[in-house]
Every structure is written in C-alpha cells, then in structure tokens.
C-alpha cells in the first residue's frame, strides 16, 4: 500500500528557512523520480520541484529557483525540499509524489496530507 507522509510545515518570516520531509513507503522508491508540488488556496496544484531516480538531475520550477533545493535518500525512503528566503507566495500546502513533474498513473489519484507551510510577518 503506497503510503507518503509529509512533514516540517510551519509558519516562518519572510526571508527564513524550513526543510520539508517525505518518507515514503509501499513501491520501489528509488526506481522513480520524485516531484514536490504545492496548491495555495484557490490555485491548481503546481510542480515545485523534482529530482531522478539517482539524484543525478534535479529541476526547480522558475518561481522557486535559486531558493528551493530537493534531495532524496534512496536508502531511507526519504525526499527532502529545502526553502530559504521564502516569500509570501509560498505560502502553500505542500505534497510530495511519485514522477518526474506529474503524477504516473499507476499512483492513481493518492496523494499524502501535505504539510502547511505559512510565510508571513
């Protein structure tokens, strides 16, 4: 059963720093690349970042470029996204899942519970 739990949500200050956790379980993690996405109230879900099976290629969406930073251990099961110098605008609840920037179909329509991130003053 796939399972993906987000984690390390929080509210920061404009400018700060959080790093997001997922561990996931129930299918062959380290045979897919793997995407963070983000929905803000009233928005469509967007890819945030993404990174290859092997960690060899990453890619950070142009909004988020320079500040954002994903990661994966294949040994753990685990996908990281670091943000600093966060803005407003990312404020979102945050979701990692399977892919290389959309979701496979095998992975149907799961998704986790997101974690909340709030950048505010």
């Known amino acids: 059963q796939v399972q993906l739990v987000e984690s390390g949500g929080g509210l920061v200050r404009p400018g700060g720093s959080l790093t997001l956790s997922c561990a996931a379980s129930?299918?062959?993690?380290?045979?897919?690349?793997m995407t963070w996405f983000r929905q803000a109230p009233g928005k469509e879900r967007e890819w945030v970042a993404a990174?290859?099976?092997?960690?060899?290629?990453?890619l950070e969406a142009d909004s988020v470029k320079g500040r954002f930073s994903i990661s994966r251990d294949n040994v753990k099961n685990m996908l990281y996204l670091q943000m600093s110098s966060l803005k407003p605008e990312d404020t979102a609840m945050y979701y990692c899942?399977?892919?290389?920037?959309?979701?496979?179909?095998?992975?149907?329509?799961?998704w986790g519970q997101g974690t909340q991130v709030t950048v505010s003053s």
């Open positions: 899942n399977a892919g290389w920037r959309s979701v496979p179909q095998w992975m149907g329509d799961y």
């Open positions: 129930g299918f062959a993690f380290s045979n897919e690349a």
């Open positions: 990174i290859s099976r092997a960690s060899v290629t990453t």
